[in-house]
């Protein structure tokens, strides 16, 4: 079992910077995959970032080269450093951990298998 805690949302300018964290419970946290979705207000929940035990990273086009993912295995905590936002980064924003998640899919939330609660991220243009 797995529990994630995300923190950090807040209403920021267009252009801004944020920092999204995400604290997970379990001994087992680096063995996991962490991600990041989205789910923007009448839309279907999105896939952001992904790193694994590895801390290797994938990120799909739409935020390639503006948001970084890390982790800190010491720490159980992932990051998204989010920067040259734009108002249609606004969403909420989930944590994610699964097994075996490129196997299933990375970009599918079918394939992960812990949720954290969401943290609200509002860009203002």
């Known amino acids: 079992q797995v529990q994630l805690v995300e923190s950090g949302g807040g209403l920021v300018q267009a252009g801004g910077s944020l920092r999204l964290s995400c604290a997970a419970s379990?001994?087992?946290?680096?063995?996991?995959?962490m991600g990041w979705f989205r789910r923007a207000p009448g839309k279907e929940r999105e896939f952001v970032a992904a790193t694994w035990s590895d801390s290797s990273t994938y990120y799909p086009n739409s935020v390639k080269g503006r948001f970084t993912i890390s982790r800190d295995n010491a720490k159980n905590t992932v990051d998204l450093q989010m920067t040259s936002l734009k108002p249609e980064d606004t969403a909420v924003y989930y944590c994610?951990?699964?097994?075996?998640?490129?196997?299933?899919?990375?970009?599918?939330?079918?394939?992960?298998?812990?949720w954290g609660q969401g943290t609200q991220v509002t860009v203002s243009s």
């Open positions: 994610a951990a699964g097994l075996n998640t490129q196997a299933r899919g990375v970009s599918s939330p079918r394939s992960w298998d812990y």
């Open positions: 379990g001994r087992t946290f680096s063995s996991y995959a």
